[in-house]
Each structure stands twice: as C-alpha cells, then as structure tokens.
C-alpha cells in the first residue's frame, strides 16, 4: 500500500475517522490493528517476524531495566542486539555474503555446492529493527524509561506513517505520544495535509518523472555517452531526494493529522556549506542513529586523531552497508567518509593560515555549497550503479566523453520539462532556504491567500503532471 495511491489514501481516511470518533482508551489499539493492516498488504507472513522484534526488544528492556548487576544488563542488552539483528542479515546480507565467498573461492581456485538463497527482503526491515533496538539501547544508557503497555510499545514499532521507510523515531520522543489524548484541530490538519501534498508532488511529479530516464541510462551505460551520463546522474541526485524526502514528508504529514509529531528527516540537504552539514540535514533520522549508537559509544571525537579517522570509516561504511547489500554502497559510504577527513583537513589548512575569516564571506559559502553539491552528486554514481564495475565506468566516461551527442528520453518535451522542474524545485528551496516560504512546520511569511493558490497550483499538477505509483526507492532498504 503506496502513500501514492488511492488505497492508501482511502486507508487514511478511514483510519481517521474511527480514530478522532472513539474513546482516547481504545486509540492505541486501533492504531495497532491499522498499522499491521498497512504492513500486511505487502505480505502477511513478515507482520510476524516484525512482531517478534517488537515483543523481544519490550521484554529485553524491561530486563535491562530490572536488572542491577552491569554484566546481566549488557548481556540482555547483546540478546537484544544479536536476536534482533539476525532476521536483519539473513533476509538482507545472507546472499551478499554467499556470493563473495564464492566468488573468493573460485579465485583460489576452489569450488563447491554453496547455492544461493530464495529470500524475499520484508519492506522496512531496516527500519523497524532500528526503532525498536533504539528502545533497548536508551534503556541501557537509562535515556527513557520502560513501557508498561505492550500495546503502546508495539504501535510505536508499526506505527504505519513512519513503518517502511522511516524517520527512524525514538522511544523518548514518539513513544510517550500514545499516551497523550489528541483531539482534532484544523490548524495540525492543515498543516499535515500540505505537507503531505508538497511530499505527493515530490515524489509522483518530479521524482517519478525522472526516474524513466535515470532506469534507462544506467541499465546499459556502456551506451551512452559521457553527457548523458553525467545528465542521468544530475537527474538521480534529484530522483532520490524527492523521492525520500517526499516519502518522509507524507509520513509526518500523515502523523501531525491524526496528532502526532515526527522528527524531521529533510532539511535542505543540497544547500550544505559542507560534507557534515550535509549529513545533519539528510537523513537526519538516521545519521542521528549512527552518530549515538555507534560513533559516540567508539569514542566520537574525544579520541586521538588516528582513532577519529577509524571512527569516521566505520560510521560511514555501515552506513553504506545498512543502505543495501552490494559493493558500490559500501564505496558511496567510503567516499563520504574520504570526503568529511579531506574537509577536516581544509579546516585545518586555513586556522593554520589565519584564513577563517574568509568562511565569513558570501562568496566562501556560495562555493562551498556549489562544491559539496557536486562531491555529493558524484558518490552517487556509486549509489545508482548495479555494480562496481558500471560505477567506474560512468565515472571514466563522465570525465572523458563530456563532448558527445547528450541523449533526451523519449521525446524533448520531457526532457526539458524534466529540467523545469527541477529548476522549480530549486526556485522553491532557496524560498525556504530564506524562510519565505515554510519548511516542515514552521510559518511562511507569504499571504493565507498566497497559500491557498500554492496549493492547489500543486494539486493541479499532481493531477496532470503525476507519474504511475512507482514504489519508493527507499522500500528496498
């Protein structure tokens, strides 16, 4: 069940209704059955594994948090970890590392029967078990306290909005909201459905409409030339961040309507005056979870250097690796991590100089946005590519074949119309960049009126301009 589709749409409206219309004590309990019925609608079977993360990180919580002794509580805390993560490797790294140590054995000469395995990656996997680790974990470090209803805990697991593709919540945040007792208000009403509607033209009017080309050129780049390539990838660093971000901005829109409130998971991420300012406005869900789960308890920053450059390799490559089970997104991971040590040095270079007042000046920052744009653009070849051997191909034919025949889809019109509207999107982010128009919730300084037509303007181009309902990108992690 697609946020882009009419069956969700119905599901909502459904949902909303019974929700605002029942007692406050029978809430969670609707919002429970509702998100296993969305999670459902891809393949039943998988409600019960997720279902089985859920009740285990509730009772390994409780557990930690019973326990006295140190050593019993990491050893509930490992339980969790291992029995949580496992469903994880073996439906989404299982074949990854069949392969590999096949492909290892043959270069030694070796051979053997090790087949490959008939698994089906369960939708949101990736997601799910974050949230309900991050539960486990905040118990451990005594950031949140226990959840006494099981029920409570188990909507925040499913809770459908956020489910297969996040923002990946925390229990001291989101958990505590099932408890409250909304009521409908036609201000948080507004609010979501146009933040839901600016997600919708995201991703079926812009997103979906650039995909057809991207699909095209990267399925057989030996094809194309140098400029297509380097066109296709300008389209895709589009793609995928209305396509996520869309997705993140129906969920939370979804949310705020029925009352509740999401972390935002967007922020501009394209105008980032650098590498780690990028990573705090994309994704922010999840560069949060590995920042506090993984790179502080490595020791963060409070290490020597030759151990913060280990830590930055780690957080970034598990990164890569927690995106999909393939080479290239282990190097796109890598490349982002040279990237951030390569800017810690540029740091240095210029204190060293006496040159920091030049970060001060408009010109500095134009460049800098302009550059961390392009580095980001290209670690996407490697996001994009089937393989590693495509990724250095389009890198190869992009810096030497820049000169050749540029290929325009199906028809001109839609090449170009592709352009406009990524060009509109750009209008609309320097807008919100200069807080003229809002982002996420805060209050636009443009006329009621202004935003009424704005809207609707939107409605009337996801009517006519709107793609098929493509599955979200971020699904397939």
Aim: include cysteine; charge should be positive; glycine fraction near 6%.
């Amino acid at each position: 069940m697609l946020f882009n589709s009419w069956q969700f749409i119905l599901f909502f409206l459904v949902v909303f209704l019974i929700y605002f219309s029942i007692p406050y004590r029978w809430r969670p309990a609707i919002l429970l059955v509702a998100s296993y019925i969305f999670y459902m609608a891809w393949k039943w079977e998988f409600a019960l594994l997720m279902l089985g993360v859920t009740l285990l990180n509730f009772y390994t919580g409780k557990k930690i948090s019973e326990s006295k002794k140190p050593e019993l509580r990491r050893r509930w805390l490992a339980l969790a970890l291992l029995l949580s993560l496992a469903p994880l490797i073996y439906f989404k790294y299982a074949n990854f590392f069949i392969d590999n140590f096949i492909r290892l054995m043959k270069s030694i000469g070796m051979t053997g029967n090790l087949a490959y395995l008939n698994v089906i990656l369960p939708v949101g996997i990736s997601f799910f078990t974050f949230q309900a680790l991050s539960y486990s974990l905040d118990i451990y470090n005594k950031k949140t306290n226990v959840e006494t209803s099981i029920i409570n805990f188990t909507v925040f697991v499913s809770f459908f909005p956020q489910l297969v593709a996040g923002p990946i919540e925390r229990s001291s945040h989101l958990l505590s909201q099932f408890r409250e007792k909304h009521r409908f208000e036609s201000e948080q009403f507004l609010a979501g459905a146009k933040l839901f509607i600016w997600g919708l033209f995201k991703k079926v009017v812009i997103a979906d409409r650039l995909a057809p080309y991207v699909d095209r050129i990267y399925e057989n780049p030996e094809h194309f030339s140098g400029s297509t390539l380097a066109i296709a990838t300008l389209f895709f660093t589009i793609q995928i961040y209305c396509d996520f971000s869309g997705y993140s901005d129906m969920a939370i829109g979804s949310a705020r309507i029925l009352g509740f409130r999401l972390m935002q998971n967007f922020n501009l991420p394209y105008l980032a005056s650098s590498i780690g300012n990028f990573w705090k406005r994309w994704h922010i869900s999840l560069s949060s979870w590995f920042g506090d789960y993984l790179y502080i308890p490595l020791g963060g920053n409070r290490v020597k250097y030759s151990r913060w450059v280990f830590n930055i390799f780690v957080v970034f490559l598990v990164s890569g690796f927690w995106h999909g089970a393939n080479w290239t997104f282990i190097v796109w991971g890598g490349l982002h991590a040279v990237y951030y040590i390569l800017e810690s040095w540029g740091d240095l270079f210029l204190k060293f100089f006496g040159l920091q007042k030049i970060k001060k000046s408009a010109f500095y920052k134009v460049f800098k946005i302009i550059t961390v744009f392009l580095m980001v653009w290209f670690a996407w070849i490697f996001f994009r590519a089937d393989n590693i051997s495509d990724a250095f191909l389009i890198s190869q034919k992009i810096f030497t074949d820049l000169n050749s025949t540029v290929y325009r889809g199906a028809s001109s019109v839609t090449f170009i119309l592709s352009f406009t509207l990524i060009l509109f999107l750009i209008v609309v982010q320097l807008l919100q960049y200069f807080q003229i128009s809002s982002l996420y919730f805060s209050r636009p300084k443009t006329h009621p009126v202004l935003q009424l037509i704005w809207h609707i303007g939107l409605l009337l181009c996801i009517s006519l301009l709107g793609m098929s309902s493509n599955a979200f990108i971020y699904f397939q992690f």
